[in-house]
């Protein structure tokens, strides 16, 4: 190996971060490393003792020079790597993703008691809101002001993608779905930014759905325009809706078996376990006794023409030709009601709608003095009472029809005149074409 000349030694000493040790290896030193910064010492001493004694004055002066300004080097060093420590000891840890809670959160409602359809719902909002700021969001960057930002895009349409501005009641739901996200899962992990920044409660305080009145009623059931009606479904959807206090929903997947005689009384089981079936909530599940005025309309004759329709049976919707939707089978029929609202000039959004029926038959109830628990058992709606938490359970149908049909009774609609008149082939179209509709979709998804 050729010997290095003390004019090479003191220029590479010059520059410490880059020179070669006396076996020929080339260093780079990196002045925050305190491996190198002990190496480059010992090297300096070394060499500055060795040679020191072949150096003109003017090379020993250079020499000592570099070693002032290679200890000014290292303090610097040492000064560095007390601050990235520091900053390490200090730093705060990188905020989380919120797409990684959203997926917890999905997860925990699987075995939940919730409905498929509410969490098919629930995941909904949530991409929406995913895609709104991104799936790289952490929860740091999610702040109150992006929920109102979020709030305010959902309040506006969208002429780019023909997206329409939502109500405020609905924007909540986005909001309350995102707000179970951090009090389930998140927890402490971060502030809520949604707590206390509901838009809509003012607006639900004064746009709540209400009953009927008696003329509205007169109208909606008028004899000479129901007697118009061709689709049973139009015709008998809204009569069970104020008769029976039930969801739409509810309604439209009931089976033909599921209206049957039990004990020698004639009743509904509302019930989610057949697939296409779901529950808004547990109480929807019940057994209710049929009302008479049901009978008396033809409700009961109409069910045998459905059973007398090529390939029916038991588990054949009361109204088979009803189109399977995201939110149920009952899409259409609402439509249609308030489609006849509008007509009738009742209609009010949120206000005067078909579950105003439900409201209807609520009210009647109570004004006839008729006790919450028994009402809620019969419109299959959950009751939190004191009450039903400690002793409650299922009301045998036996006395739900003593004690709540009675007092269920609408004297201001012609019920006399009110009658179904069957169409046995106009039902079979109907039915032919809904199952060649739905053929052909199970086509698609294959």
């Known amino acids: 190996m050729p010997k290095k000349s003390i004019k090479s ?19 780079d030193f990196d002045p925050a490393k305190p491996e190198e910064v002990a190496f480059a010492r010992e090297f300096i001493a070394e060499h500055a003792t060795k040679s020191t004694h072949d150096m003109a004055e003017v090379d020993r002066q250079r020499l000592a020079d570099t ?60 991409k929406v809101f995913q895609d709104f700021v991104g799936k790289s969001a952490t929860l740091d960057e999610i702040t109150p002001d992006t ?71 007169k109208a909606i059931f008028d004899p000479q325009r129901l007697a118009t009606v061709k689709n049973p479904a139009d015709f008998f959807v809204p009569i069970l809706g104020l008769l029976t206090g039930s969801r739409p929903a ?41 009302h008479p005025l049901l009978e ?55 206000v005067k709608v078909f579950y105003s029926l439900r409201h209807t038959t609520n009210q009647r109830l109570k004004d006839r003095g008729v006790p919450e628990d028994f009402r809620s058992q019969y419109l299959g709606h959950e009751n939190d009472s004191v009450n039903n938490r400690t002793y409650g359970g299922e009301t045998p149908p036996k006395f739900l029809l003593e004690s709540v049909i009675p007092h269920l009774q609408f004297d201001e609609i012609k019920w006399d005149a009110i009658q179904y008149k069957s169409d046995i082939p106009a039902m079979a179209r109907e039915l032919q074409i809904a199952r060649r509709r739905d053929a052909a979709k199970s086509q698609c998804k294959s």
């Open 250 to 290: 509810s309604i439209c997947q009931l089976r033909v078996g599921d209206i049957r005689r039990d004990d020698g009384l004639m009743v509904i089981h509302y019930h989610d376990y057949i697939e296409g079936n779901s529950a808004k909530t547990r109480a929807t599940n019940r057994i209710a006794p049929l």
């Open 296 to 350: 008396k309309v033809g409700f009961l004759r109409y069910l045998e023409d459905v059973r007398s329709l090529p390939d029916t049976n038991a588990a054949t919707l009361i109204f088979p030709w009803l189109n399977k939707y995201e939110q149920g089978y009952a899409d259409v029929p609402s439509q249609n009601f308030m489609a006849m609202l509008k007509k009738l000039g009742i209609y009010q959004p949120n």
């Open 67 to 126: 070693e002032l300004e290679f200890r000014r080097k290292e303090a610097e060093a040492m000064r560095l790597r007390e601050a990235q420590l520091f900053q390490q000891v200090n730093q705060k840890p990188a905020s989380p993703l919120f797409s990684k809670y959203v997926d917890a959160y999905l997860t925990l409602i699987q075995n939940s008691d919730i409905t498929e359809r509410t969490k098919k719902g629930y995941a909904a909002k949530l």
């Open 9 to 27: 030694l003191v220029d590479e000493i010059t520059n410490p971060l880059s020179f070669t040790s006396r076996e020929g290896h080339r260093i």
């Open 147 to 217: 929920i109102l930002n979020f709030q305010t895009w959902m309040a506006k349409d969208d002429p780019l993608t023909d997206r329409k501005a939502i109500t405020p009641r609905s924007i909540d739901e986005y909001s309350n779905v995102i707000s179970n996200v951090y009090k389930k899962v998140i927890k402490k992990t971060a502030d809520n930014p949604i707590e206390g920044r509901l838009v809509g409660k003012k607006q639900r305080m004064k746009s709540n759905r209400k009953p009927f009145t008696p003329d509205e009623l």
